[in-house]
Structure formats: C-alpha cells, structure tokens
C-alpha cells in the first residue's frame, strides 16, 4: 500500500480500488488532516445520510481499545463503516521528545496556554513525569531541554496545567495491539482512520502500516530556512487556489502578501481569514491589499486568559468584549464557566490569605521586590499551615474511615507487594503559591484579589455555579447568561444604606 502526499489525495481517490484499504494513518499539519479525513468520509460515504456510519472518538486518552471495538462491531444500516480516531498517541515515543518540548515552547510563546498544555502534557507522558516531578530545579534536565535555553516561559504552562486539573497520560505502547487487530482483519467495508500531528518513520508501526493500510501525509516543514518557507508558502497557496476556485474569487498578489503578514503559517487562521475575505467583498470578483487591511483587523484568536484577565480587573467592558471574541470562536460555553471558576476559587484563596493574620504585611502597590523579601515569605507560611491543616484533615478522616481491604490485618505487616503509592502534598490545588520560586503570578492574583471582598467572591462563585447548571440543562441563549454572569462578577456591591431615623 502507498504513501500519499496530501495533495494527491484526491486524485488517488477518484479509482474506486483505492478505498478498499481497512486502515488509513493520516498525519502532519491539523487543518490538512482534517481536510484529508473529509476527503475519505466523501469518498466512503458521498450521501450525506450515509454519515450515520461514522463514528468519531478523540485519541486525547488514546482510545485504541474502544475504537478497534467499534470497528469490529455491525452496524444496523447497510453500507460502509467508518470509524476515526483523532489526535491519537500512538506514535508518541521519546525520539518525539524535542519535537513536543518545541511545540509546547511555541504555543506558549503565542499566548495558547491550552495548545501548550496539550503538547506538554504528552511529553510528560512519554518521559514517565509527573508535574511534581518538575516542580524542582531540575526540570530542565528532566525534560531534556538545550543547555542554555530559557525555561520561563514554563511557569505559566505548568500553571495553567495545575489550575485545569490536567492528568498526566499513560505511556504504555498500544502499538502491538493495533498491529494484531489489523493482521485479523475488520469486517468487509469496515475501516479504521487515525489522524496525529507527530510521526517517527522509523518506528515499527509506521512500516506496518504503510505496508497494510494506506497512510496520507500531511506534514509541512516548520523550520525558519529558505526552502522550509518556500514549502510553506506553496502550501498557502494551494490552499488559496482551491477556496478561491470554489467561490469562483480572485486574490492580488500584494493581497495574498498582506494576508500571510497577519496569519503568519497558521494554515488554519489562514484558511478561515480568506473566507472572511471572499464574504466581505460580496460581488467583487478580486481580494485587494486593502480589504485584508478592513476585514482582518483582528485576527487572532484572544485566548481565554485575556478575559479571565479582565475579569479578575473588574474591567467589564473589556471582559465583555473578550468574551464575545471566544464564544464567536470554537470555545464550548463550559469551558469559558470552568476558567471563571478557577479564577474565582484562586482570588477567595488571596482574598483569604489578605484578611488571616499572614496578610498583615500585604498592601497595595508594594515593590516587586518588597514584596518577594517581604510578603512571600507569609504567603509560603500561610500556604504550610493550610497543608498541615488538611493533612491533619485526612489523618482524622482515614482513622474514623479505616480502608476495608486493609480492616483487620495487624499494624505490621503490609498487604501485597509492590511500591507504596507517592503522596501528593495535601492541599496543593488551593495553596495561594503552588510554586514558590514564581513570585510575580502571586503579586498580580493578590493585586486583583483586593478588587473584592471576601462576600463577593462567594456570591460570584453562586453565580458561576447557577449557570453552570442551567448551562448543562440545555440553556439555548448562552451567550446571554454568559453575558450577564460576567457582568455580574465585574459590578461592585452597592453598600448597604443605612437606616433613616426618623
């Protein structure tokens, strides 16, 4: 079986012998994958009824299992089935290892801590980490960066890991049970498709299935040379060539260059920049310089800490604004409440901290460097005393609780083999300065927290979780909850009037 250049998918596909294949590997750049896998779910099932066919799962936790049970399993209507499974894991391995650190970096450095997260995460998973793992000064050694490369830009990743509650994935190698279900065999008219961005050609699994399946390339080079610029470029434009033929649209040269100025290689800002373009200019035949400059002055994506950023400023048109920036993207309103949530448990956990006898020595307006000698050190004490408290907490817990399955053994002999399961510290995700080394994000959490009062963060929290419930009761207006919810948090408290005697 071939391995096919994106661009000649399409051809490849027009003889009907060439979708005979039980498993496709699509990989590379993700606005092309998943433009290769509808060009397979066209090719597979062109009536649009025959979509029932298709089930879609999400490789983030790498659901092999799942996905080779649907693919074996019949389906009640007639035809072909289709079963994908996207942004799979499965190649990930440790020869992976700079191309996820790189990738991770530079979603970080384009202000998509979520991106970031994502690809971070996987490393973790391939090198055995866990985020405490990486909360010493060794971290650098750890994940194998470049002697002399700047670790800053980890800080708020690592964060944004802790505050989401991301799990570390696992790192066991499912390669050997997709290779036997392949040599099996699917039932007849039954195929698998597995899209992912990453791919190590010498590893055993891609040679399988590039001898079994059919495997679509999509990678583009990434790298700042001549030749990887110019590979990009084409890329853009053939891109440009087939939205525009579709539309029946023309595009200046100097407007393509205006174009790639705003969007830099983002295939997929790109593509969805020159839609924009062909709507704005209505019935003209050709895309000027000058509309890119009126259509597209905004291009990017504001990314959900600009408006939790705003939030926690109390400043309520400027949240306002970022919010109806995400909810006109692909944000999902539940992520825009559980950011808020998280914002909002982090400044009760300031705004504690400022009322408690440690926060005595915090005011307003202190120098950065007052306040690393002087505050930090409270809030590190004050972080300690909650830890001994909720690890008192559990002690007490586990005593009137006693485990079953250890119920009657004799206090010195342990039950099974094995290592003793490492302790988490207790407490860590509500401590005001998980990483103590990081003063900066504490001053900005404890600047923002005296905003509010301790009454209003809790009424905020209510709020929050009042729409999360309409939210997940199938409201139809979120963006109206959305809306005033933000409204609602960035309004101070009326004070109470005082009573009028008479």
């Not at 539309?247 to 593509?271: D, I, W, Y």
């Amino acid at each position: 079986m071939p391995v096919i250049a994106f661009q000649n998918l399409t051809h490849y596909l027009r003889t009907e012998k060439n979708t005979t294949s039980a498993v496709w590997l699509i990989h590379g750049e993700e606005y092309l994958c998943a433009q290769a896998l509808e060009a397979l779910l066209n090719a597979f099932l062109p009536d649009p009824a025959d979509r029932m066919n298709h089930e879609s799962l999400s490789g983030g936790d790498d659901q092999i299992f799942a996905a080779l049970e649907k693919v074996r399993t019949y389906t009640f209507l007639p035809g072909c089935k289709i079963v994908s499974l996207l942004n799979s894991r499965l190649f990930d391995s440790k020869k992976n290892t700079p191309d996820l650190l790189a990738r991770a970096r530079t979603a970080a450095s384009e202000d998509n801590l979520k991106g970031a997260a994502r690809y971070f995460m996987r490393l973790l998973g391939v090198l055995a980490l866990s985020l405490e793992d990486i909360a010493g000064k060794n971290r650098r050694k750890m994940l194998r960066m470049p002697p002399g490369e700047d670790d800053r830009w980890l800080d708020p990743v690592l964060a944004y890991c802790r505050d989401s509650g991301l799990a570390v994935p696992a790192g066991t190698d499912k390669s050997q049970v997709l290779e036997d279900a392949v040599t099996r065999g699917f039932p007849e008219n039954h195929h698998l498709i597995i899209t992912t961005d990453l791919i190590d050609r010498r590893r055993r699994l891609y040679k399988f299935l590039a001898e079994t399946g059919v495997i679509v390339d999509c990678a583009v080079a990434s790298g700042v040379r001549q030749a990887d610029k110019t590979a990009q470029e084409a890329v853009l434009k053939e891109r440009m060539t087939a939205i525009l033929k579709k539309h029946n649209k023309q595009m200046e040269p100097a407007a393509f260059r205006a174009l790639v100025a705003k969007t830099g290689f983002s295939l997929r800002t790109f593509c969805v920049s020159l839609e924009k373009l062909v709507d704005f200019i209505g019935d003209r035949p050709r895309i000027q310089a000058a509309d890119v400059q009126q259509a597209l002055r905004r291009t990017r994506q504001d990314p959900i800490f600009e408006l939790t950023g705003a939030v926690a400023e109390r400043h309520a048109e400027t949240s306002l604004f970022f919010l109806r920036s995400l909810l006109s993207g692909d944000l999902h309103p539940l992520q825009i409440i559980a950011a808020l949530a998280n914002l909002i448990r982090k400044l009760a956990v300031a705004r504690e901290f400022i009322d408690s006898p440690h926060g005595h020595i915090w005011r307003p307006g202190i120098q950065f460097s007052d306040f690393k000698r002087t505050v930090m050190p409270a809030v590190v004490a004050y972080d300690d005393e909650f830890r001994s408290m909720v690890s008192l907490w559990q002690t007490r817990w586990a005593g009137n609780h006693p485990d079953p399955k250890t119920a009657g053994t004799s206090p010195g002999k342990k039950k099974g083999k094995g290592k003793k399961p490492q302790k988490k510290p207790a407490g860590n995700q509500l401590v005001l300065a998980p990483n103590p080394n990081s003063p900066y994000p504490v001053l900005k959490t404890l600047e923002n927290a005296g905003r509010f009062t301790a009454a209003e963060l809790a009424r905020a929290l209510e709020k929050i979780y009042a729409v999360d419930l309409r939210l997940k009761s199938g409201e139809k207006n979120p963006g109206v909850l959305l809306d005033q919810l933000v409204m609602d948090i960035c309004r101070p408290d009326k004070p109470a009037r005082k009573p009028v005697h008479e």
